[in-house]
C-alpha cells in the first residue's frame, strides 16, 4: 500500500522559509517521479513542483520558480520542498504525490495519482 506522509508545514511570514518533507513508503520510491501540488481554499488544486524519477530533472510551476526546490533522498524513501521567499499566495495544503506511471512524468499536474494527507502552509503577517 502506497504510503505518503508530509510533515513540515506551519505559519509563516511572508518572505519566510519552510521545508516541507515526505516520507513514502510501500513502492520502490526511486524508480517513480515525485511532486508537490497544492490546493487554496476555495480553488482547485494545482501543481508545484516535480522530479523525475531518475532525479536528474526537476520542475517548477511559474509562480514558485526561482523560490521553491524540490529534491528527493532515495536512500531515505524521502521528498523534499524547499520554500524561501513565501507569500501570502502560498498559503495552502500541500500534498506530495507520487506519479501514475512507472518511470514517466513529473512535469504536469495530470501526471500525478497517489497523495498523501497534506500539511498546511499558512503566510501571515
Known amino acids: 500500500e502506497v504510503q505518503l506522509v508530509e510533515s513540515g508545514g506551519g505559519l509563516v511570514q511572508p518572505g519566510g522559509s519552510l521545508t516541507l518533507s515526505c516520507a513514502a513508503s510501500?513502492?520502490?520510491?526511486?524508480?517513480?517521479?515525485m511532486g508537490w501540488v497544492r490546493q487554496a481554499p476555495g480553488k482547485e488544486l494545482e501543481w508545484v513542483s516535480g522530479?523525475?524519477?531518475?532525479?536528474?530533472?526537476?520542475w517548477y510551476a511559474d509562480f514558485v520558480r526561482g523560490r521553491f526546490t524540490i529534491s528527493a533522498d532515495n536512500a531515505k524513501n524521502t521528498l523534499y520542498l524547499q520554500l524561501t521567499k513565501l507569500k501570502i499566495e502560498d498559503t495552502a495544503m500541500y500534498y506530495c504525490?507520487?506519479?501514475?506511471?512507472?518511470?514517466?512524468?513529473?512535469?504536469?499536474?495530470?501526471?500525478?495519482?497517489?497523495r498523501g494527507q497534506g500539511t498546511q502552509v499558512t503566510v501571515s503577517s
Open positions: 504525490a507520487k506519479a501514475i506511471r512507472y518511470g514517466r512524468g513529473g512535469s504536469r499536474l495530470e501526471d500525478f495519482g497517489d
Open positions: 510501500g513502492f520502490s520510491f526511486s524508480g517513480w517521479a
Open positions: 522530479i523525475s524519477h531518475s532525479r536528474a530533472s526537476t
